[in-house]
């Protein structure tokens, strides 16, 4: 305290001391011990009053010893237990903890990881995954700007995050203590298979193998990839002492619709100690993209024939080429192509009215454009009889899929008929027209799509001009063909929208993230927030049930599923208000990637030591870590004096006295009868 606050109390005394005496002892004949008692508790009060008043701050000054953080990260993954290093990774665990030594130089944190970083002092070895990248970005945040050392305890096959090598702070020293039999055994293991998760029916599917050796001899080793008891692929695979991984690229048939799965073998005459590694079961599912398309002509045209072979270059795509007044029935058909309409056209489109299958109307000098106007409201055509040439001009703007610019306004142009097109809101033009490189703002490929139905619109005739052209540039009809493609794929893709959208896959790996989205929207397409959605889910195979809620989330809400055992499960999600309802199923494939190995990582944990200044430990070497640990002066306590100071108003005790006395000073006085 300062001299001012010190005089202040000190004035304090004096005035309470005073106002005591002067109502208690002044011009009093009489004094009893009462009288006396009663001025020392006004004393009191009088004196607490005034102190609070002064709120004088009191300081203190303690000394505490900051220790250096020692985080032990023990691994938790189930990969410990395959590889029998359970016992002695606790048992080195033990040694580290309870050493009293380190126990004084070191604040030890105990930590464990596998999917997940957490605190604990028990560990399970049930981890579905290691991520020691994990390790490294959880300790980073934990103690910053630290210099400390860490204790890692793995066996360093991760097998998700980024490289841990790269993810420590370089000024930690890191050690790793291995867990797992070092020793080399010969293995053959499929590290890695890559593969789409769709496929179309008719069509043929890459996958990509990557598969490893260790040994140190050279032998031939079977690959295969069946479906049930059927090989589909097989193949000898050699390796060597300098030969210890292959790729191998297969194309499988998608001749099935649905969910397929296979298994890719490697296999040979040796003795492994783990065999679990040598399958690896995958899953594509294999979508039926088969349209039939529907091309009426009441005339015959070159077009006609380009369209047809463009078209069917894609094998799920069949063309039939057919008149107008020889159509009874379009419930075979996906799409209608109709090729310059005129009168002859009414009775198919008015089947389509009830039918609702999107159109592609390719106008031309002999369509009836009076006919065209009455069937549909996307453009409105004001023509007249005389012919013109008109030449395309790509809009780079266009978003409804992506296509490219292939060349358009190089291409021959296209003759229609001379007149104005008008076009309403809901349609997006890919091709505006030109005559002679002057803009009509006319639309020459036009799209629309209003609640759900889908139509195209190509202004003009001799398109096989196009498809010529392609082939003149670039030796190919390829790039008409896939533009020509993408343009069906457009309109065979119907966009409705439903009240309840559900997204998930149709398969999972064992320990995958498991996680299921929904979305609920009102009778306006507005995403509703108060909705309440649950998911009821059942094991085919056992039968079991288990019901889950969803959590909102930003825009959606979401279901973890995580744990699932492999088999198939259908799902049942449901909004409670509006009782609405998504029927679905997915399957759990059986697959463990921590029994992928059978060596601890012991490059990769040489590796980290070095970089980080530090050495490899055996379990059996413990007492040589806790050795270095101590004996490194870098790692040493700070004592810090930490300052307190701490306001008199804060005091509660001191209003408890204040109220006290005042309190002892009524009852005596009213005791007395001095009230």
């Not at 029916?201 to 032998?219: C, D, H, M, Q, R």
């Not at 073998?265 to 088969?290: G, L, M, P």
């Not at 343009?487 to 009240?499: E, G, H, P, R, W």
Request: positive net charge; glycine residues 4%.
């Amino acid at each position: 305290m300062d001299n001012s606050t010190l005089l202040l109390l000190l004035l304090s005394v004096i005035l309470a001391a005073g106002f005591s005496f002067f109502q208690y002892f002044y011009k009093i004949k009489t004094r009893s011990k009462a009288t006396i008692y009663l001025a020392v508790l006004r004393f009191i009060t009088l004196l607490g009053v005034f102190i609070l008043l002064i709120n004088p701050v009191i300081t203190s000054k303690n000394f505490e010893i900051n220790k250096t953080p020692l985080p032990i990260v023990m691994d938790n993954s189930s990969s410990i237990v395959d590889l029998k290093a359970n016992k002695s990774a606790l048992e080195a665990y033990s040694k580290l903890i309870s050493n009293k030594s380190i126990q004084d130089k070191f604040e030890i944190q105990s930590y464990q990881f596998d999917t997940d970083f957490q605190l604990s002092e028990k560990f399970n070895f049930k981890g579905k995954q290691t991520n020691i990248d994990k390790v490294a970005k959880n300790l980073k945040s934990i103690n910053k700007n630290s210099n400390y050392p860490v204790v890692l305890i793995s066996d360093g096959n991760q097998t998700i995050g980024n490289d841990y090598l790269y993810s420590f702070e370089p000024s930690m020293k890191i050690y790793p203590v291995v867990l797992g039999d070092t020793t080399s055994f010969l293995d053959l293991r499929i590290s890695h298979l890559n593969v789409n998760k769709y496929a179309f029916l008719k069509n043929k599917f890459p996958v990509e193998v990557f598969l490893n050796y260790s040994g140190s001899k050279a032998i031939t080793a079977n690959f295969s990839i069946s479906q049930g008891n059927q090989v589909l692929s097989k193949q000898t695979i050699t390796f060597s002492p300098s030969t210890k991984s292959q790729i191998i690229n297969v194309l499988l048939p998608a001749d099935k619709i649905g969910l397929q799965l296979f298994k890719a073998t490697i296999s040979a005459t040796i003795n492994e100690k783990n065999t679990y590694n040598n399958t690896k079961n995958f899953a594509v599912e294999v979508i039926d993209q088969r349209t039939n398309i529907a091309l009426i002509s009441a005339i015959n045209h070159p077009d006609l024939g380009a369209f047809k072979r463009a078209i069917e270059t894609n094998v799920q795509r069949k063309v039939t080429i057919v008149k107008p007044n020889d159509i009874k029935s379009l419930t075979d058909y996906n799409l209608l192509i109709a090729y310059q309409p005129n009168a002859e056209f009414k009775n198919v489109l008015d089947l389509n009215k009830n039918i609702g299958l999107n159109v592609f109307t390719i106008t031309g000098t002999n369509t009836d454009y009076t006919f065209l106007n009455q069937q549909q409201s996307d453009l409105v055509f004001k023509m007249s009889n005389q012919k013109e040439d008109f030449s395309a001009s790509f809009n780079t703007q266009f978003n409804l899929f992506a296509l490219q610019d292939i060349g358009f306004e190089q291409f021959p142009p296209l003759q229609n008929s001379f007149g104005t097109v008008t076009t309403n809101s809901n349609v997006t033009v890919l091709l505006s027209s030109k005559i002679r490189n002057i803009a009509t703002n006319a639309p020459m490929l036009a799209f629309s799509e209003n609640q759900g139905k889908r139509a195209a619109y190509l202004l003009g005739e001799n398109s096989w001009k196009w498809r010529l052209q392609t082939h003149v540039t670039d030796k190919s009809f390829e790039k008409f063909d896939v533009f020509l493609d993408k343009t069906i794929q457009f309109l065979v893709s119907n966009s409705t929208k439903k009240a309840l959208v559900v997204t998930h896959e149709h398969f999972y790996n064992s320990g995958d993230l498991i996680e299921i989205t929904g979305q609920y929207f009102n009778k306006n397409y507005e995403f509703d927030e108060k909705a309440q959605l649950s998911i009821t889910l059942t094991n085919r195979l056992t039968k079991q049930t288990k019901r889950f809620d969803f959590t909102k989330t930003n825009n959606a809400f979401k279901v973890n599923l995580d744990g699932l055992i492999a088999g198939k499960y259908d799902i049942i999600v449901k909004e409670v208000n509006s009782n609405a309802i998504y029927k679905g199923n997915f399957e759990v494939l059986d697959f463990d990637i921590e029994k992928q190995f059978v060596n601890p990582d012991l490059l990769k944990l040489n590796q980290l030591a070095k970089k980080h200044h530090a050495n490899v430990i055996m379990p059996n070497q413990i007492e040589t870590l806790i050795k270095s640990l101590l004996a490194d002066n870098q790692y040493k306590s700070i004592e810090k004096a930490v300052i307190k100071k701490t306001p008199i108003v804060d005091w509660v005790w001191l209003l408890i006295i204040i109220c006290s006395t005042l309190t002892a000073e009524w009852f005596i006085r009213k005791y007395n009868g001095m009230l």
